[in-house]
């Protein structure tokens, strides 16, 4: 199976700042990786799709880049609801593989 | 709008059985994967499989197999996951979750998942 692997597991940033999380697949997935966003106590949310397209009603500050092995989730400028963990999801290959997480958290 | 909304909390007892419900809405129920994704406490997404919802085959992720059941009720446009044999190391949410499969006559192809149920969550414990 694929193994995901995000890096970092925790991310300490300010608000109004800019974040950069990263996700690496174990073998290339071409551009078939979704980024999803959970809150405590919450469902995953659906972020990005297909490694950079924003799903319906996704602010502009968060994008997605990356192809092959090696992907980026981008935050513009933090906002106090965007402090979350953050999960990467390979579905290139059977089966769905998730990468562990990035805990995303007010410095 | 799409939507899947699943039963409630469960407090179980060790070797008891339960069975966490996904009701769909606002799209073709029959159209689209139905997959189930645990989350133990404090920990991440592991994938347990997902149920054909036109066929009612399912497949099973490796460690989901035995106690594990996926099952549909087409008509009230629900799955179930029903787990046997309850162990304390169950205790964790489990979530629906549905995928835009491409399907051709002879395979299906995976794709992100959206939306997610709300989560159910399973607590086993004597």
């Known amino acids: 199976e694929i193994v995901m692997t995000q890096s970092p597991a925790t991310l300490s940033v300010s608000p109004g700042e800019r974040a950069t999380l990263s996700c690496r697949a174990s073998q290339s997935i071409n551009i078939n990786l979704a980024w999803y966003q959970q809150k405590p106590g919450q469902a995953p949310r659906l972020l990005i799709y297909g490694a950079s397209t924003r799903a319906t009603g996704i602010p502009a500050g968060f994008s997605g880049s990356g192809s092959g092995t090696e992907f980026t989730l981008t935050i513009s400028s933090l906002q106090s609801e965007d402090f979350a963990v953050y999960y990467c999801?390979?579905?290139?290959?059977?089966?769905?593989?998730f990468g562990r997480g990035t805990k995303l958290e007010i410095k | 709008q799409v939507q899947l909304v699943q039963s409630g909390s469960e407090l179980k007892k060790p070797g008891a059985s339960v069975k966490v419900s996904c009701k769909a809405s606002g799209y073709t129920f029959t159209n689209d994967a139905l997959n189930w994704v645990r989350q133990a406490p404090g920990q991440g997404l592991e994938w347990m499989g997902w149920i054909n919802t036109y066929t009612g085959n399912p497949t099973y992720a490796q460690g989901f197999t035995g106690r594990f059941v996926f099952s549909l009720d087409t008509s009230v446009s629900t799955a179930y996951l029903q787990i046997s044999s309850l162990e304390a190391e169950d205790t964790a949410v489990y979530y629906c979750?549905?995928?835009?499969?491409?399907?051709?006559?002879?395979?299906?192809?995976?794709?992100?998942?959206?939306?997610w149920g709300q989560g159910t969550l399973v607590i086993v414990s004597s």
């Open positions: 979750a549905r995928e835009d499969q491409t399907c051709t006559s002879s395979d299906c192809y995976p794709n992100y998942f959206y939306p």
């Open positions: 999801h390979q579905y290139n290959n059977w089966p769905h593989t």
